[in-house]
């Protein structure tokens, strides 16, 4: 009884800490307030062996995020912490909560957000997507977990779903404090967006796509308004790839619909593929110093962008592994295929 009463004690010190550093960082730099759920509205049940908080920070472009912390039931001392987010278009309550309070089960302090303009993050317009900020997001995420009292500042690691893999990567690249990073069902989206799928755009196809999403910024300009790229297609065609339907499958069921998720929804600002067309991401993989863990299924459509990824990395450190059977999506919600018992020994090896 003792030591649980403690432990409540100490998730109290830590949601005011977090309170605090937050309020006179919004009072100095006039930051908007977030409006969060009380409620638990997550796609994935609530664990009842971690304690869960929400929790707001500030990136370096002044822009509040919205995340939840999960904290380990039996957590003593100082721990290691792990940052998390993803898919692209998706939110906290989707994807990266389910690893984020699956790994606090396994003793880290975890952290998932809504990357700036998106979920219950702040920033406007919304619907933005950006590789320079959402890199920064990672990176801010890192900042509040060094402000935590329980927090070990030497052992902090990431995890990028998704969209969020190749993001992941990157961060890695610019912020040495990363210990260890995992990218899991990785997509490098500047390459997608640039290059197609499968890289089936040439020069010329990428031009007339400038073309036409430049077009889009004039009229965006006009009327005052931004248009959006709309979510995962809902009736998914029936002659539509079968990744797509499962997308659709996962965004708009009961499985993974959530009202604040982009995929389930209207999507990004259709501008917003200009800024990864001209900024490539992983430019400085192979300059990680740190451990990184690349995650792919051995059926997924966007395996081979993990695997690139991979190719770019270097030193003893660097792992990739191939889930026999999975497909892309899987590697979302199937926690029978989500190789968690990997994961928790990789951050034990190297965030220790």
């Known amino acids: 009884m003792k030591r649980i009463i403690l432990i409540a004690m100490l998730v109290a010190v830590i949601t005011t800490q977090s309170a605090a550093t937050v309020n006179n960082q919004t ?11 009380n409620q638990w509205d997550k796609v994935f049940p609530q664990s009842d062996r971690v304690y869960h908080t929400k929790v707001t920070f500030i990136n370096r472009y002044g822009i509040t995020l919205a995340a939840d912390m999960y904290i380990p039931k039996n957590a003593e001392g100082k721990l290691a912490a792990i940052a998390v987010s993803g898919p692209f278009g998706a939110v906290k ?24 303009y998106t979920g219950e993050s702040g920033g406007k317009p919304r619907y933005v997507a950006s590789p320079d900020i959402n890199t920064e997001d990672f990176s801010a995420a890192v900042d509040f977990l060094t402000t935590l009292h329980n ?31 995992v990218a899991s069902t990785l997509y490098d989206m500047s390459r997608v967006i640039a290059n197609g799928y499968s890289d089936s755009m040439d020069a010329d196809a990428r031009y007339e796509l400038r073309v036409q999403l430049n077009t889009q910024r004039t009229i965006d300009a006009r009327s005052g308004t931004y248009a959006l790229a709309g979510g995962v297609v809902n009736p998914m065609p029936d002659d539509a790839p079968w990744f797509m339907k499962e997308y659709h499958n996962y965004y708009k069921t009961m499985r993974g619909y959530h009202e604040r998720s982009l995929n389930s929804n209207n999507g990004w600002h259709l501008t917003s593929s200009l800024f990864f067309i001209n900024m490539p991401q992983l430019s400085y993989a192979g300059e990680i110093r740190n451990a990184v863990l690349v995650v792919h299924g051995e059926k997924a459509h966007s395996r081979y962008l ?21 497909s892309h999506v899987d590697l979302y919600d199937r926690t029978d295929i989500i190789p968690f018992d990997k994961l928790e020994s990789f951050f034990e090896m190297y965030l220790k």
């Open 27 to 37: 009072n100095d730099n006039n930051m908007e307030q977030l409006e969060l759920t």
């Open 93 to 116: 309550e989707q994807v990266s909560g389910l690893y984020a309070q699956t790994m606090a089960e396994r003793g880290f302090i975890t952290l998932a957000f809504d990357p700036s």
């Open 151 to 181: 927090v070990d500042i030497e052992r902090i690691g990431i995890i990028g779903i998704c969209g969020w893999g190749g993001l992941a990567i990157n961060a890695a690249a610019m912020d040495t404090r990363i210990k260890a990073s």
């Open 306 to 326: 993990g695997e690139d990824a991979f190719k770019m990395l270097r030193g003893d450190n660097k792992e990739l592994i191939i889930i026999p059977g999975a």
